[in-house]
């Protein structure tokens, strides 16, 4: 019980907090749990779940809570028949709803979250991030590059296709900054109820993607209590 590590990731989008949380579930062995991945599994695998879940995707609708939170549940008992390690949870909960929906769950299982990872970067380091983004016109290639971070070998075209890149209106510092504005409104609630529990760990996540791992690791490695 004492060495898992039950983990929710919290990121503004633009702060790594896809890669950082995949990584983290390779290097610890444990599965990466994000609602949109679970869903299109349970589709494809045709569980009973699935099929329900199906439902709602075809008609355009979102999948309710109490679907994606049988479909975490289903996930943790298979883990948990294993041997239990732990889990990363990617982008869920994203509503006091849903935490506390996950909180019954993880109870039930005699399980709890042992961390939440807040991975942080100042806003115009997010904007600069997410607008320098540029994705390959090819729609079924649709590469993504970073004209700072990931550019491609010859400027403005892709290196897998050779099609020209362009930046999505997605990723307009405008609409950026809007992304970042719904980002702290939604999850600021979500922030609290954590704080409250006093799990949550603050990483700086200006630093370099492996430096930012690092911190994760040595911060999930260390017995000493967090804010
Ligand atoms: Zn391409």
Do not use: W
């Amino acid at each position: 019980m004492e060495s898992q590590k039950n983990v929710i990731f919290f990121g503004a989008p633009g702060v790594g907090k896809g890669t950082q949380s995949k990584k983290l579930s390779e290097e610890l062995d444990i599965p990466h749990i994000d609602t949109g991945s679970l869903i299109r599994e349970a589709i494809t695998s045709e569980s009973p779940l699935g099929i329900k879940a199906k439902s709602f995707v075809e008609e355009g609708k979102l999948v309710p809570d109490e679907l994606v939170i049988d479909m975490i549940r289903e996930k943790l008992i298979f883990q948990k028949n294993k041997g239990f390690k732990g889990f990363v949870l990617d982008g869920f909960p994203r509503t006091i709803g849903q935490a506390t929906a996950l909180d019954n769950l993880l109870g039930l299982l005699k399980f709890k979250i042992t961390k939440v990872i807040n991975v942080q970067a100042p806003e115009e380091i997010l904007i600069g991030r997410l607008s320098s983004r540029r994705t390959c016109t090819n729609k079924s290639c649709g590469t993504i590059y970073n004209v700072i971070t990931q550019k491609p070998a010859k400027e403005g075209l892709c290196d897998h296709c050779g099609s020209p890149l362009y930046q999505r209106k997605d990723d307009s510092v405008e609409a950026s900054k809007q992304r970042l504005e719904e980002y702290h409104t939604k999850t600021a609630p979500l922030e609290k109820y954590y704080r409250d529990k006093k799990i949550v760990a603050d990483i700086d996540g200006t630093k370099s993607p492996d430096e930012v791992f690092q911190d994760i690791i040595e911060l999930l490695n260390s017995p000493a209590p967090v804010k």
